[in-house]
């Protein structure tokens, strides 16, 4: 269970986390900013951040293999270094460049910042230096929020002996909309939703998403971000899509519903 520190509430606008895809970074469009701006008139934003292709891009550059399990990224003791310098020195402030060029008002984070995310290994033997949340200090978040500042977040935590760690970046997302008790989680991709068979799926349950896992048609990195997704919605997070530029696409809800 993911423990948090949190302020009173100062305020009664609706929390949305939206997950920014690595993918996604390169060609933030002004679709997308307007129907930020959108939501920022009666939203609390988090923004979360991954960083894929710039890490797979410094890695490489470095001589170091990019290995995934299950769609996440085998960080050795040789790329933890490199994972880490890319997504706070390299993608983050570009990210909070772009934003505030586009007329908000961001700061960029990571779980070092303030503890904001304390983490235990996911299975080091297998996965390396790649971590699960524990505990979010939310109160950090939310006192930058009341000042009409987007925090921006970068999925790097560390563990209880100061060790840095590397946060599949749809984890982080799930872990701050928990502990910030988000009313929406908005997991923004190079697509719309969910495409079977090259349709968008408007609306899905666990029972499907697992079903579309065996057979095939969910795979990749699109596993981790369906299985947050999931678990988000079974936590109690009211509203949780994936979609893409313009905030729309596949809604995860826990009745079953019948597609057309």
């Not at 960029?108 to 904001?116: C, F, Y």
């Amino acid at each position: 269970m993911i423990m948090f520190k949190s302020t009173q509430r100062t305020d009664h606008k609706k929390k949305v986390v939206i997950k920014l895809g690595g993918s996604m970074l390169g060609g933030l469009n002004k679709a997308f900013f307007k129907e930020l701006q959108q939501l920022q008139g009666s939203c609390a934003i988090t923004i979360v951040h991954g960083g894929g292709p710039a890490i797979n891009k410094a890695l490489a550059k470095a001589a170091i293999p990019t290995t995934k399990i299950n769609g996440l990224r085998v960080t050795t003791d040789a790329a933890i270094g490199i994972v880490a310098e890319t997504l706070i020195g390299q993608v983050n402030p570009m990210l909070v460049g772009e934003l505030n060029e586009a007329g908000f008002m961001a700061i960029g984070l990571n779980g070092q910042d303030a503890n904001l995310l304390h983490c235990h290994y996911l299975d080091k033997a297998i996965y390396g230096h790649v971590g699960e949340v524990d505990e979010v200090n939310a109160t950090v978040i939310e006192q930058l929020q009341t000042i009409g500042i987007i925090p921006v977040v970068s999925c790097i935590g560390t563990t209880s002996t100061r060790q840095l760690i590397n946060i599949n970046g749809d984890t982080a997302a799930s872990a701050l909309a928990l502990a910030l008790q988000a009313e929406e989680l908005l997991f923004v991709t190079d697509i719309e939703g969910i495409q079977i068979n090259n349709e968008v799926i408007e609306k899905t349950t666990e029972q499907q998403i697992n079903n579309w896992i065996t057979s095939g048609d969910i795979y990749g990195g699109m596993i981790p971000k369906v299985l947050a997704a999931v678990g988000c919605v079974a936590a109690g997070v009211p509203n949780v899509k994936i979609v893409g530029h313009q905030l729309t696409g596949t809604t995860i809800h826990r009745e079953k519903v019948t597609l057309s």
